[in-house]
Nanobody, 128 residues
Framework: VQLQASGGGLVQPGGSLRLSCTVS????????IGWYRQAPGKEREGVAC????????FLVESVRGRFTISKNNARNTVYLQMNSLKPEDTAIYYC??????????????????????WGQGTLVTVSS
């Protein structure tokens, strides 16, 4: 299983970026995908996830209303659309896959233990 995150970069406050996570080795129809981020000197924290099947979504409160998560099963790719970016969104963003099949609702709360396969991360810098 491999996950490739891309789309990071430097953006001004208030700007937008779209991150992509392309997955190989398992199907998004059967496996949930989560996005996490890690800022310098801080622990990795959950951002959003999308479940298997119909793709129910969950976003943490700090990004709700600004970020959206979606997927294209045919392309086996998950997207994280980030709008109204703030300096505190600066971090390395990682996507991760749950090895369990069809587990229903996803979460990114309470740590990283829900996900077994991780991509290499993509850096997002929000600065003027």
């Amino acid at each position: 299983v491999q996950l490739q995150a891309s789309g990071g970069g430097l953006v001004q406050p208030g700007g937008s970026l779209r991150l992509s996570c392309t997955v190989s080795g398992l199907s998004l129809e059967n496996h949930a995908i989560g996005w996490y981020r890690q800022a310098p000197g801080k622990e990795r924290e959950g951002v959003a996830c999308i479940s298997s099947g119909d793709g129910d979504t969950f976003l943490v409160e700090s990004v709700r209303g600004r970020f959206t998560i979606s997927k294209n099963n045919a392309r086996n790719t998950v997207y994280l659309q980030m709008n109204s970016l703030k300096p505190e969104d600066t971090a390395i963003y990682y996507c991760a896959a749950d090895s369990l099949r069809d587990v229903g609702a996803c979460t990114v709360l309470g740590g990283t233990q829900w996900y077994d396969y991780w991509g290499q991360g993509t850096l997002v810098t929000v600065s003027s």
